[in-house]
């Protein structure tokens, strides 16, 4: 059973920087696309970045792009996230989530085509 764990969260000061991390345990994560998603308080949960399995396809939520960075090491079995000049717009919850349903080639933002999600992890960026 694969189970993912996001660490990471935290307080951080308006231009800052964080890097996220998903680990996986259970199950290898080479054959399997991973997102972040986030979700802030009375709003819907959005994707804002996703990786395919091989690594080589990425997207980002157009808000993010250029100041977040998806990266994946699969001999730690973790995905990544960094995530530099922060905003408070970027406070959230952001979860990881996985899966094998997609060609490994090929990555996805769409939540319904993910089994697999973590718990999430709090960033709130605030001075």
């Known amino acids: 059973q694969l189970q993912l764990v996001e660490s990471g969260g935290g307080l951080v000061q308006p231009g800052g920087s964080r890097r996220l991390s998903c680990a996986a345990s259970?199950?290898?994560?080479?054959?399997?696309?991973i997102g972040w998603f986030r979700q802030a308080p009375g709003k819907e949960r959005e994707g804002v970045s996703c990786?395919?399995?091989?690594?080589?396809?990425?997207n980002y939520l157009d808000s993010v792009k250029g100041r977040f960075t998806i990266s994946r090491d699969h001999a730690k079995n973790t995905v990544y996230l960094q995530m530099n000049s922060l905003n408070p717009e970027d406070t959230a919850v952001y979860y990881c989530?996985?899966?094998?349903?997609?060609?490994?080639?090929?990555?996805?933002?769409?939540?319904?085509?993910?089994?697999?999600w973590g718990r999430g992890t709090q960033v709130t960026v605030s001075s």
């Open positions: 990786i395919s399995g091989s690594g080589g396809s990425t």
């Open positions: 259970g199950v290898t994560l080479d054959y399997y696309a």
């Open positions: 989530a996985a899966t094998s349903r997609i060609p490994v080639t090929r990555s996805s933002c769409l939540p319904r085509v993910y089994d697999y």
